[in-house]
T-cell receptor
Framework: EPEVTQTPSHQVTQMGQEVILRCVPI?????FYWYRQILGQKVEFLVS????????KSEIFDDQFSVERPDGSNFTLKIRSTKLEDSAMYFC???????????FGQGTRLTVV | QKEVEQNSGPLSVPEGAIASLNCTYS??????FFWYRQYSGKSPELIMF????GDKEDGRFTAQLNKASQYVSLLIRDSQPSDSATYLC??????????FGTGTKLQVIP
C-alpha cells in the first residue's frame, strides 16, 4: 500500500540552527501539506502546496519557514533559525485533490535544545 | 477563528460496547469531514471521511454528519481494546486547510 514517508524520524538541533525535514508523498497525489503537533496539543495546519507553489498557509508559517519540492518526489520543510518552541512532531501529508482524504507520514520529532 | 470542538475524554467503554464520539465545528462552509485515529506517539491514521448529510458505514465504524447542526460523530461498534486511542475530528476549512479538534481519548476496557 502506498504511503507517505518522512526522514529523519527524530532530529535534535541547537537553537538558531537551520533544519530541513524531508517527505516523499504518495506518488499520484497532487497536494502536499505540513502539519505540526506540539506534545499534548492538537494537530495544527502549517502549509499546503500545489503545482509547485504554496496554496495556503497558517499564521504559524512565518518567514522562518519555507517549503520546496526540489525534484519529482521529495517535499521539504525548512526552518531557518530554530527556536525552542519549534520543538514538535512535524507531519507531512498528501492527497489527490481539494477536500479529499489526506494520508499522513509517520512524522519527524524535532527537538530544539 | 474557526473551531473544531471535541470532548477530550477519556471516554471509557467496556469491550463489545458501542463507543460514540462527537464533534462540532464552527465553519458553515465546511464540506469535508474526517475522523483520524492517533495512537500515542504515532501519526494520525484515517478512519473515515464523510461529505454528505447522513450516515456512512465502513465495517465497525459509522460516521454521521448533520450540517444544519454543524455536528459530526463517529460510532464504533463492538469496541475492542485495540481501538483504545485518541480520535481526531478534522474539518476542511476553506480551500485546502484542514482544522483538527483536540481529540477524544477512548479507552476500551477488557
Amino acid at each position: 500500500e502506498p504511503e507517505v514517508t518522512q526522514t529523519p524520524s527524530h532530529q535534535v538541533t541547537q537553537m538558531g540552527q537551520e533544519v530541513i525535514l524531508r517527505c516523499v508523498p504518495i506518488s499520484n497525489h497532487l497536494y502536499f501539506y505540513w502539519y505540526r503537533q506540539i506534545l499534548g496539543q492538537k494537530v495544527e495546519f502549517l502549509v499546503s502546496f500545489y503545482n509547485n507553489e504554496i496554496s495556503e498557509k497558517s499564521e504559524i508559517f512565518d518567514d522562518q519557514f519555507s517549503v520546496e519540492r526540489p525534484d519529482g518526489s521529495n517535499f521539504t520543510l525548512k526552518i531557518r533559525s530554530t527556536k525552542l518552541e519549534d520543538s514538535a512532531m512535524y507531519f507531512c501529508a498528501s492527497n489527490q485533490g481539494v477536500g479529499a482524504e489526506a494520508f499522513f507520514g509517520q512524522g519527524t520529532r524535532l527537538t530544539v535544545v | 477563528q474557526k473551531e473544531v470542538e471535541q470532548n477530550s475524554g477519556p471516554l471509557s467503554v467496556p469491550e463489545g460496547a458501542i463507543a460514540s464520539l462527537n464533534c462540532t465545528y464552527s465553519d458553515r462552509g465546511s464540506q469535508s469531514f474526517f475522523w483520524y485515529r492517533q495512537y500515542s506517539g504515532k501519526s494520525p491514521e484515517l478512519i473515515m471521511f464523510i461529505y454528505s448529510n447522513g450516515d456512512k458505514e465502513d465495517g465497525r465504524f459509522t460516521a454521521q454528519l448533520n450540517k444544519a447542526s454543524q455536528y459530526v460523530s463517529l460510532l464504533i461498534r463492538d469496541s475492542q481494546p485495540s481501538d483504545s486511542a485518541t480520535y481526531l475530528c478534522a474539518v476542511n476549512e476553506g480551500y485546502q486547510k484542514v482544522t483538527f479538534g483536540t481529540g477524544t481519548k477512548l479507552q476500551v476496557i477488557p
